[in-house]
């Protein structure tokens, strides 16, 4: 299957600083990609959906500002965690998909994840 | 609202006995189902997938899910569970068509195997 690569797959960062994730389709053109948030023995809850060249579009009661998204390639997108603090440590997931390439069918491949420590 | 609904979460079965993941979904359409595998402090991985077709997918690991869109379900089953099954399940809806698809996910079950 397609490969998504998302680093760093763990990050300890103080409280008041910014961090990025990144998120890789390595082997195919990600047209869309999504990021998760999962909270410990939680469900995945989607946090935003980006279109490269796009705009992102977030969930409802996601803060936009908090969480940047930029997805400025076929290949790439980040999330960028502005000015964390303890209550924004999770686990981080991003996929991808390409549906316009590889069908409306096709599955989205998932990261890795990024483990998050705000302190 | 779409929705997905793991009424399970957890389940403790033996080595080499059978598994049976139950999910429902909410959805106005014709779904899109998956099922995923997650190991501890790891992404996701794809178990199998139904869009159409035949109502009973098989897919990786000895898996399989049958749909019935009767009962809104899409349960998830395995004939002989191995030690190495024991992760957390998710089961997914995928909803809204081109730019504005995206993945719906259950709380989860975990599967705990017992040797």
């Known amino acids: 299957g397609a490969v998504v690569s998302q680093h760093p797959s763990r990050v300890i960062c103080k409280s008041g600083t910014s961090v990025k994730i990144e998120c890789r389709s390595l082997?195919?053109?990600?047209?869309?990609m999504f990021w998760y948030r999962q909270f410990p023995k939680k469900s995945l809850m989607l946090m935003a959906t980006s279109n490269e060249g796009s705009k992102a579009t977030y969930e409802q009661g996601v803060e936009k500002d908090k969480f940047l998204i930029n997805h400025a390639s076929l290949t790439l997108s980040t999330l960028t965690v502005t000015s964390a603090h303890p209550e924004d440590s999770s686990f981080y997931i991003c996929?991808?998909?390409?549906?316009?390439?590889?069908?409306?069918?096709?599955?989205?491949?998932f990261g890795q994840g990024t483990r998050l420590t705000v302190v | 609202a779409q929705s997905v609904t793991q009424p399970d979460i957890h389940i403790t079965v033996s080595e080499g006995a059978s598994l049976e993941l139950r999910c429902n979904y909410s959805?106005?359409?014709?779904?899109?189902l998956f099922w995923y595998v997650q190991s501890p402090g790891q992404g996701l991985q794809l178990l199998l997938k139904?869009?159409?077709?035949?109502?009973l997918v098989q897919g990786i690991k000895g898996f399989e899910a049958e749909f019935k869109r009767s009962q809104s379900s899409f349960n998830l089953r395995k004939p002989s569970v191995h030690w190495s099954d024991a992760a957390e399940y998710f089961c997914?809806?995928?909803?809204?068509?081109?730019?504005?698809?995206?993945?719906?996910f259950g709380s989860g079950t975990r599967l705990l195997v017992r040797p």
């Open positions: 959805y106005g359409a014709t779904p899109y």
């Open positions: 082997d195919f053109q990600a047209t869309t």
């Open positions: 997914a809806v995928g909803a809204g068509v081109d730019s504005s698809y995206k993945l719906i």
């Open positions: 996929s991808a998909r390409d549906p316009y390439r590889q069908g409306i069918d096709t599955e989205a491949f």
């Open positions: 139904y869009f159409s077709g035949d109502t």
